[in-house]
Structure formats: structure tokens, C-alpha cells
């Protein structure tokens, strides 16, 4: 048997999550490995802008925080770590884990850097399709930032064959960091569908790190969960011959139940007979759950087709600015001070005659994130809540327009309606994305493993 | 009754289109959600923001539905002036519907 864990679903992902994780993979005595998602849809874009900053940055921030507690006995157990933690910067982030390893005393750890995932430059030659989905999105004056393709285990394969303790990789699809490992391990082709099925569903199920094992499930009174403060990330124990149960580490908050496992296998699912990764289409239009022990849930019945002809790309434009900015009021009467409120708020974007291109205000506490820019549930709702935050939110192509109108929420300080407080206001880039295609055999991936003395050399 | 009282949802999110899972905590629940729940009803509960497609894939052997709402997020993560960008709260959105419950 085969022991997968995952320490994080995202960059921004609680960075003590990896201990109990690897504390349980070493207790299990079986081989095993550990792998991080931290990369996604926009992360790539603003590590590419970090990158264009400092040229030594651009990997995920939090990498270093992320091994520290867990290269020594990542090392000593021998226990990969896999990430896309490379994010736009694959090499400064294996410089990184260099760091942290010489600091641990471990200069001889491989470290393996897979590149090849940016093809910024076919997309900037306007190369590529457009992927269907996006297909009405006009990019106009936007600015390409960066494009990657997501690609698969192959790479992240030959770094664990050629011996690798880390891989920093950069736009891998997420299911691949799951698949690498299992297909080192037990020697899988990279056509049996089959097995690499088992592998994408682990790797689904996983990638989201405790969105497994109650996070983004509990909700007190219907779905409790022991312990949210301590959430276990989960652990996925393959068999050679495909069988898959997903279980959580001894000692720590969450569960992991039928309910648990079929929230995740359907996020951010479309088609259920046809989830694609690079490596393996996967259909779970067969599949069952069984619960087969506290916190074990056993999947069954997942079927692969043939992967596809092209990669998907991922690219970046900048162009525009985000401007925002919010107060509030609270009391007698707050509600109604809330919508006259935002009825001067945008009669001051007109008087102003900033070059705004599109505004919305939220009255949260009575309509917000389920609503839509022109405020529609908000302004026919009755519902008078004891405080109400009022935000403004525009798009401009001029940071100076964005941010004077985000400066039109603090100035209600001295001109809003009685008792209005606590403003905070902020200008952002917008980063715009959209998805193109492109051949596999366009996208040359390279690895290359050096000891962390050598990288430090 | 509300489809919280039966049921749980997970959002997710691929750009501009928004995925919604919907299970039965019993799955003798099943076939009312199948009847009760169509795509047109959900597309319906994101009109104000301009969706425009839903539809709805049955997991009979999961006892699930997954329903996909094309043009659900205003731009999504990257587009929208909206605070949630991802739509991650749109499954209590769906929750809140009215379904009857002999």
C-alpha cells in the first residue's frame, strides 16, 4: 500500500497543516508522500507580477514555512514532497527548499525543478485557441502577464525515478501532483486509464486539502464536525491494484464520511463522465462510496479514458484597476441610511465624472454576495438589520479614477448620513484571465535535480 | 420547507461558470429532489446576474446532482466587482429554495 497525503488546498492555506500529516505518514511505516497545491487560476498572475518586481521572488510565499517542520523527517523517511509551489518562479523556489535544507543541516537533499509550463509566448504570438468557455471574451487593450499550461505527472515522474526528495513545480494540473507519486510507486503506464483514474480521483479528492475532511462542510447544528480549529488534511491509501480509501490523520479535528467525500468528488466538477486532466480523462458516473471504517471512506467503480491531444492554458492580461471602498452604519433607522447611502455614493461617481466602467454597491448585512452589480436583491428586500457595511466597488482603466472613487466611500466620513464609521478603502490591479488550447508536444517539459549544496554553490 | 432542511451543497468554479452539488442527507430523498429540482429552477435563482444555461447531471449510484450555471458569477474571480468572486456562497443560495416535502 501507498500513503498520499496533501498540506494544502490553496496559497493562503493554514501553513501548520503539514505536521500532523507527516507525523501520521511516518507512524504508518508504509512508503509514502506528501504533496501541496498552492497554485491557482490567478495565483500564477501575481506571482508573475511579483516576479517582474523582484526577480528572486514569484514562488509561493509561503514555501518555506510550509517544509520547514517537515523536511528533516521528509528526508529521513524518505517521503517526497511534491508542490506547484514554483509557482511563476520554479527555480527561486527550489532555491528556496536549498535554504531551508542547509538550515536543517540536510545538504544533500535532491531537489528536482520541472519548467516548461510557460508558454506566455505562443499565446503573445496569438497562436493558440481560445478555449469554448471563453470564446466571447475580448481582451481589447488588456496586457498578456503571463500563460501556463497546466501539464501533467510525466515530469514530476521522472523526478521521483531519478531520485528527487522535493519537486518544485509551476503549472501542474492539480491531480497530477497525486499522480506522479502513485504512478513512480507502483509503476503504472501512462496509458493504463485505469489505474490513472484512481490516481485523478485521489488527486481531486485531495487537492483541496481539509475541503475533505469538514472544511467548507461544517455548519453548526446540521453538519458538525469535531473540531474546525484542528482540521486533519487528508490521506489517501492506494492499493497496486486501485483499490482507494481516503482517511484523515490519528489525533486531529474533521471527519471524513460519505457526506464529506461527496461534497468534494462533485467540486468543481462539470461533467461527470468526462473530468479532464492531462493525464486521464475521469468518469465517476459509476462510482460508489462506502464507509468502511471511522473516517475511512472506500471509492469504488472510477473508470479513465484516453488523455487529451491538448493541454489547457491558463493566460493573464492586466489592464484595469479595482477601486474600493466601505462604511458603516448601525442603529435606529441604519437600513434606510444604508440605501440613501448608496444612492449618493453612485451620484457622486457621475458627478465626479470619473472614467469608471463599471460600479456596484453591496449593502452587506442586508444583500451582498448573493447579489448581482445592479444591487436587484438589495433594493427589493424589506429586511432592516440592526448594522449594514456599505461597499463600493468600480473598475477603471486609471488607477487615479479607481482610486478616487473608492475615496468617494471615505469621504462619508464628513458627508455620509449621521453615524457613519470605519472606513477602509484600497486600489488593486485586476488580473483577467482566459483559457486557451494547445498541442502537448508544444509544451517540453525539463527537469533538472541538484543537491541543495550544489544549488547554494 | 427550504432544501436546507433536506439537503447539502458544495459551490465551486471554473471562471464563469458555476458548479453546484446537491445531496440528499437521506437518500430516500432522492427522487423528490429529482422532481422538485430542475434545471430550470436554478437557472431561475441567477437571473438577477445574468446566468445563462443550467444543467443538471444525476448521480443516481452517489445519490447526487451536480447542476452547472453558465455565466452565474459576473466575470468570476478574476471579473467580478463582486466580494465573492468565486461564487462559494452560492450553495446556500440554491439551499434556500422552496421544495414540498410530503
New interface residues.
Given amino acids: 500500500m501507498f500513503r498520499l497525503g496533501n498540506a494544502s488546498g490553496f496559497s493562503g492555506d493554514r501553513v501548520d497543516a503539514p505536521i500532523p500529516v507527516m507525523r501520521d505518514l511516518v507512524a504508518g511505516g508504509t512508503p509514502a508522500a506528501l504533496f501541496f497545491e498552492t497554485l491557482?487560476?490567478?495565483t500564477v498572475a501575481l506571482a508573475q507580477l511579483e516576479r517582474r518586481r523582484a526577480p528572486a521572488l514569484g514562488y509561493e510565499p509561503m514555501l518555506e514555512r510550509l517544509i520547514r517542520p517537515i523536511l528533516r523527517d521528509a528526508h529521513d523517511h524518505a517521503i517526497p514532497l511534491l508542490g506547484n509551489w514554483g509557482a511563476a518562479n520554479p527555480p527561486a523556489g527550489g532555491l528556496a527548499v536549498a535554504r531551508v535544507a542547509m538550515e536543517l543541516g540536510l545538504p544533500g537533499l535532491r531537489i528536482a525543478v520541472v519548467e516548461g509550463d510557460d508558454v506566455t509566448g505562443a499565446v503573445a504570438g496569438g497562436q493558440l485557441p481560445v478555449h469554448e468557455?471563453?470564446a466571447g471574451l475580448d481582451m481589447g487593450d488588456w496586457r498578456l502577464v503571463a500563460a501556463n499550461a497546466y501539464i501533467g505527472a510525466e515530469a514530476m515522474v521522472e523526478a521521483l525515478a531519478q531520485g528527487a526528495q522535493v519537486v518544485v513545480a509551476g503549472r501542474t494540473s492539480d491531480p497530477a501532483l497525486a499522480i506522479a507519486p502513485l504512478m513512480h510507486h507502483f509503476g503504472w503506464r501512462a496509458d493504463d486509464w485505469a489505474m490513472l483514474a484512481v490516481g485523478a480521483a485521489a488527486g481531486h479528492l485531495l487537492e483541496c486539502g481539509a475541503?475533505l475532511t469538514g472544511g467548507?462542510?461544517w455548519?453548526p447544528g446540521?453538519?458538525d464536525v469535531p473540531d474546525p480549529a484542528n482540521l486533519g488534511y487528508p490521506i489517501a491509501e492506494v492499493t497496486a491494484d486501485g483499490g482507494l480509501v481516503v482517511t484523515k490523520p490519528r489525533g486531529t479535528g474533521g471527519l471524513v464520511d460519505l457526506?464529506t467525500v461527496?461534497?468534494?468528488?462533485?467540486?468543481?466538477?462539470?461533467?461527470?463522465a468526462a473530468y479532464v486532466t492531462p493525464d486521464v480523462v475521469l468518469d465517476?458516473?459509476?462510482?460508489?462510496?462506502d464507509q468502511v471504517g471511522k473516517d475511512r471512506v472506500a471509492v469504488r467503480?472510477l473508470r479513465g479514458h484516453p488523455r487529451p491531444e491538448s493541454l489547457k492554458v491558463t493566460a493573464?492580461f492586466e489592464g484595469s484597476w479595482?477601486g474600493e471602498g466601505e462604511v458603516s452604519v448601525a442603529g435606529p433607522n441604519a437600513a434606510a441610511r444604508a440605501r440613501a447611502m448608496a444612492e449618493v455614493l453612485l451620484e457622486r461617481l457621475r458627478i465626479r465624472g470619473l472614467s469608471i466602467t463599471?460600479?456596484?454597491v453591496?449593502l452587506?448585512g442586508v444583500s451582498?454576495?448573493?447579489?448581482?452589480?445592479d444591487g436587484?436583491?438589495w433594493r427589493s428586500s424589506a429586511h432592516e438589520p440592526p448594522e449594514v457595511r456599505v461597499?463600493l466597488?468600480?473598475?477603471s482603466a486609471s488607477r487615479d479614477d479607481a482610486d478616487g472613487a473608492a475615496r468617494e466611500a471615505l469621504a462619508m466620513l464628513c458627508c455620509g448620513p449621521a453615524g457613519t464609521g470605519g472606513a477602509r478603502w484600497r486600489v488593486t490591479p485586476?488580473?483577467?484571465?482566459r483559457?486557451h488550447l494547445i498541442l502537448r508536444e508544444r509544451v517540453p517539459t525539463r527537469v533538472s535535480i541538484r543537491t541543495a549544496k550544489e544549488m547554494l554553490a | 420547507m427550504k432544501l436546507y432542511d433536506l439537503a447539502h451543497s458544495r459551490a465551486g468554479d471554473k471562471g464563469n461558470r458555476l458548479n453546484l452539488s446537491l445531496i440528499p442527507y437521506d437518500p430516500a430523498h432522492y427522487a423528490l429532489l429529482a422532481a422538485q429540482v430542475t434545471a430550470e429552477r436554478v437557472l431561475a435563482l441567477f437571473a438577477h446576474r445574468g446566468a445563462t444555461g443550467c444543467v443538471r447531471h444525476d448521480l443516481p449510484l452517489l445519490h447526487a446532482f451536480n447542476f452547472v450555471v453558465e455565466d452565474a458569477l459576473e466575470g468570476g474571480v478574476n471579473g467580478a466587482l463582486n466580494l465573492d468572486g468565486h461564487g462559494k456562497t452560492m450553495s446556500f443560495r440554491l439551499l434556500s429554495l422552496e421544495v414540498d416535502c410530503p
Avoid at chain 1, 262 to 272: A, R, S
Fill in positions: 491557482g487560476e490567478r468557455a471563453d475541503q467548507v462542510f455548519d446540521r453538519k457526506r461527496k461534497e468534494q468528488l462533485l467540486y468543481e466538477l462539470h461533467d461527470p465517476i458516473t459509476g462510482c460508489t462510496l467503480g493573464s479595482l463599471r460600479a456596484r453591496d452587506i451582498s454576495v448573493h447579489d448581482a452589480d436587484a436583491l461597499r466597488a468600480v473598475e485586476r488580473i483577467l484571465t483559457s
